[in-house]
Every structure is written in structure tokens, then in C-alpha cells.
């Protein structure tokens, strides 16, 4: 199981993005069918349940390539005085946490440190978070109401 995880955030900055553009290209043609059909009600509605699916895995892949990108950003493979000095940074030794925030730092014997992980990765994740738990509560709501509409047509 653990080679698994790893494998998977290995592709994650690569898969990711693919993902997220040919979901977005879904929801762009689930628009443009949408508005060509007439069915498109102007003022705010709920969304359809397959809108919140294709947001929930566009929001899931940007925050999983930005957890890769961040989690591989510390040298995982390498020594850290290997590190440090590819990325041109001093130090001699590496603290890191791959959970929420990820950092990874390369620390001098003086306790000064330098962030390896790009400043935009941890903002990704937890937007990516957020955006995926509100399509999800929506699609619910969305399949609750489509189902209680139903009843009331055939009850």
C-alpha cells in the first residue's frame, strides 16, 4: 500500500493537471450544451449533480498535483547536503513535514532555514480542499432535491 501512495504522488503533478483540463473541457461542453439546448434559467440555481462531480474532480486533481509537486520538492530521493546544494541553498541538513502546510527546508548548523516548497503549493492544496468538500455538499444537496422531485411526480 505505502508503494502505491508513493507512486501516485509521484504522477500527481503530471496526472494532475491532465485531469483537471479534461474536466474542465467536460464542464465547458456540459455548458455549451446547456445553453444551446434552452434549458439554461437565468438568475442562481443549484447545479446539476454531473456539474459538482466535474468540479469536485477538478478541485481533487489541483489539490493532489500541488500536494505531489510540494511533496517531491524536498528531495525525497536525495541526501541533504545533495539537496541543498542542487537547489543552491546552504545548508547541511533538511527538516521537513509532508503533511499540512508541506515544508521542506534546507537548515544550516545556525538554525537559519530556506523553504524549498514554492510558496503557492500550500494555498493550491487547501483551496483545492475547500472547493472539492463544497461540490461535494452540493452535488448531495443537488441529488436529494432531484430525487424529492421525483417522488412528487410519480406520488
Same mark, same amino acid.
Given at each position: 500500500? +505505502?508503494?502505491?501512495?508513493? %507512486?501516485?504522488?509521484?504522477?500527481?503533478? @503530471?496526472?494532475?493537471?491532465?485531469? @483537471?483540463? =479534461?474536466?474542465?473541457?467536460?464542464? =465547458?461542453?456540459?455548458? !455549451?450544451?446547456?445553453?444551446? &439546448?434552452?434549458?439554461?434559467?437565468?438568475?442562481?440555481? =443549484?447545479?446539476? %449533480?454531473?456539474?459538482?462531480? =466535474?468540479?469536485?474532480?477538478?478541485?481533487?486533481?489541483?489539490?493532489?498535483?500541488?500536494?505531489?509537486?510540494? @511533496? @517531491?520538492?524536498?528531495?525525497?530521493?536525495?541526501?541533504?547536503? #545533495?539537496?541543498?546544494?542542487? #537547489?543552491?541553498?546552504?545548508?547541511?541538513? !533538511?527538516? &521537513?513535514?509532508?503533511?499540512?502546510?508541506? /515544508?521542506?527546508?534546507?537548515?544550516? /548548523?545556525? +538554525?537559519?532555514?530556506?523553504?524549498?516548497?514554492?510558496?503557492?503549493?500550500?494555498?493550491?492544496?487547501?483551496?483545492?480542499?475547500?472547493?472539492? %468538500?463544497?461540490?461535494?455538499?452540493?452535488?448531495?444537496? $443537488?441529488?436529494?432535491?432531484?430525487?424529492?422531485?421525483? $417522488?412528487?411526480?410519480?406520488?
Amino acid at each position: 500500500m +505505502g508503494e502505491f501512495a508513493l %507512486v501516485a504522488l509521484l504522477l500527481a503533478p @503530471f496526472v494532475g493537471p491532465l485531469v @483537471f483540463g =479534461l474536466a474542465g473541457i467536460a464542464l =465547458l461542453v456540459r455548458w !455549451i450544451r446547456i445553453r444551446a &439546448s434552452g434549458r439554461a434559467v437565468g438568475g442562481l440555481r =443549484l447545479p446539476g %449533480v454531473l456539474t459538482c462531480a =466535474l468540479i469536485a474532480v477538478m478541485a481533487a486533481a489541483a489539490a493532489s498535483a500541488a500536494y505531489g509537486w510540494g @511533496f @517531491f520538492a524536498g528531495g525525497v530521493w536525495e541526501g541533504p547536503d #545533495k539537496v541543498c546544494a542542487l #537547489k543552491g541553498v546552504p545548508g547541511d541538513h !533538511i527538516v &521537513s513535514r509532508h503533511v499540512l502546510p508541506v /515544508s521542506a527546508q534546507c537548515v544550516t /548548523s545556525d +538554525g537559519v532555514g530556506t523553504e524549498l516548497v514554492s510558496w503557492w503549493v500550500n494555498p493550491v492544496i487547501c483551496a483545492g480542499l475547500a472547493a472539492l %468538500v463544497a461540490a461535494l455538499v452540493l452535488g448531495v444537496v $443537488a441529488t436529494a432535491r432531484a430525487a424529492s422531485a421525483r $417522488a412528487g411526480r410519480t406520488g
